[in-house]
């Protein structure tokens, strides 16, 4: 793109010129505040701002990111009836999907200030509340440890158990 004359040349494709009036150009340039710039976050956001600017690389930018992002919610939720960290890889698609999507942003906002507010509850509660839901807790895990491992693999860890004790 050549200026001249008040007038914008922008060559094409095939090599050939054109004229356009120079106040109907826009360029799109990523301009960031040196604050703002600085460190990881920021050079993570200006470089998806540079992606960002063009169109084939906004295009690409949203396809990698949704893809990406049901791939590991789809590890999530998989993971989620086992013991681990199935709803913590979930939230961590939702936040790779909060890269772009506004959707994914409220939603990812919705879940950390629930997630905080139970936090917070549970710390002011006594701690033999606390025990007690730590108890629950363990039993959920049990439950489905045990649920899994019957339905998936066919192994009845109680009966095996059962079986042992009686034997020794």
């Given amino acids: ?42 050079r993570i956001r200006l470089s998806l701002e540079i992606i960002r600017a063009n169109p084939t690389g906004r295009i690409a930018l949203k396809t990698i990111v949704a893809v990406t992002g049901t791939v590991v919610v789809l590890i999530g ?23 772009e999507f506004h959707w994914a942003r409220r939603l990812l ?9 139970w936090t917070r509850w549970v710390g002011r509660q006594p701690l033999s509340l606390r025990f007690l839901l730590g108890a629950a807790g ?7 440890l045990w ?12 009966a095996e158990i059962l079986r042992y004790l009686a034997t020794h």
């Fill in 147 to 158: 649920l899994s491992l019957k339905m998936g693999l066919g192994i009845d860890v109680v």
């Fill in 77 to 99: 939720l998989a993971l989620i009836p086992l013991p681990g960290p199935g709803w913590l890889i979930v939230i961590g698609g939702l936040a790779i999907w909060a890269i």
């Fill in 138 to 144: 363990l039993v959920f895990v049990a439950a489905v």
């Fill in 109 to 117: 906002h919705f879940t950390r200030s629930r997630v905080q507010s």
């Fill in 1 to 42: 793109m050549k200026r001249g004359r008040g007038n914008v040349v922008e060559t094409g494709d095939g090599g050939s010129e054109r004229r356009v009036p120079s106040e109907t150009v826009s360029t799109v340039t990523p301009v960031m505040s040196p604050a703002r710039s600085s460190g990881f976050r920021g």
